[in-house]
Every structure is written in structure tokens, then in C-alpha cells.
Nanobody
């Protein structure tokens, strides 16, 4: 059973940066698309970023495009989310996820991600 563990969250000021990491155990990232989602209090979980299983294709929510960068290291079974120019509206619990289907064409649907981490809190104050 694949287990995902996020780290790197914290409390920062607007304009600061954070780098989230997500490491997998009990399975592999190779061949699977990976994603980051977030959920703010009182809101539904939303897509943030996704990286294709080949590693070359990335997709971002409009709200983070140009500020966030997703990357992966298959050798380390780790996916990263570099977050720059953070805004108070980025405050949420951030979750990493692995696609449940290997070699799938890129997806941003949370229902297609079968394995999730426990989440890491990111708080941005103005």
C-alpha cells in the first residue's frame, strides 16, 4: 500500500516562499502522474498543480500559475511544490496525491488520484 507523507508547511508572511515535499513509501512514483491539491476552511478541496508521469508536462490552477512550480524526483519517490510570492488566499491544508492508474494521460480530477497524503498546513498572513 502506497503511503504519502507531506512536509514543509508552516506559517509565513505574504510574499514569502515555501517548498513542500511529498515522499512515498510502499510503492513507486515512476509511471504515475502526481498532483497537489489544497483545502481551505469551509471550502472544497481544489486542484493546485499536476506533473505528468513523464515529468515534462505540468499543469497549474490559474490562481497559482507563475508563482508555484511542481517537480518530481522519481529516484527519491518524491514530488515537490515550490511556492513563491505567497498570498493570504493560499492559506490551506496542502495534499499530495498519486494517480491510481499508471501511464494515464494527464488528469487534474481529484477522483483519479487514489493515494493521498495526510496534508500539511500552510498559513500566509498579510
Amino acid at each position: 500500500q502506497v503511503q504519502l507523507v507531506e512536509s514543509g508547511g508552516g506559517s509565513v508572511q505574504a510574499g514569502d516562499s515555501l517548498r513542500l515535499s511529498c515522499a512515498a513509501s510502499g510503492g513507486t512514483f515512476s509511471g504515475y502522474s502526481l498532483g497537489w491539491f489544497r483545502q481551505a476552511p469551509g471550502r472544497e478541496r481544489e486542484f493546485v498543480a499536476q506533473i505528468h508521469w513523464r515529468g515534462g508536462g505540468t499543469y497549474y490552477a490559474d490562481s497559482v500559475k507563475g508563482r508555484f512550480t511542481i517537480s518530481r524526483d522519481n529516484a527519491k519517490n518524491t514530488v515537490y511544490l515550490q511556492m513563491n510570492s505567497l498570498k493570504p488566499e493560499d492559506t490551506a491544508v496542502y495534499y499530495c496525491a498519486r494517480d491510481e492508474r499508471r501511464f494515464r494521460v494527464a488528469t487534474t480530477r481529484s477522483a483519479d488520484f487514489g493515494f493521498w497524503g495526510q496534508g500539511t498546513q500552510v498559513t500566509v498572513s498579510s
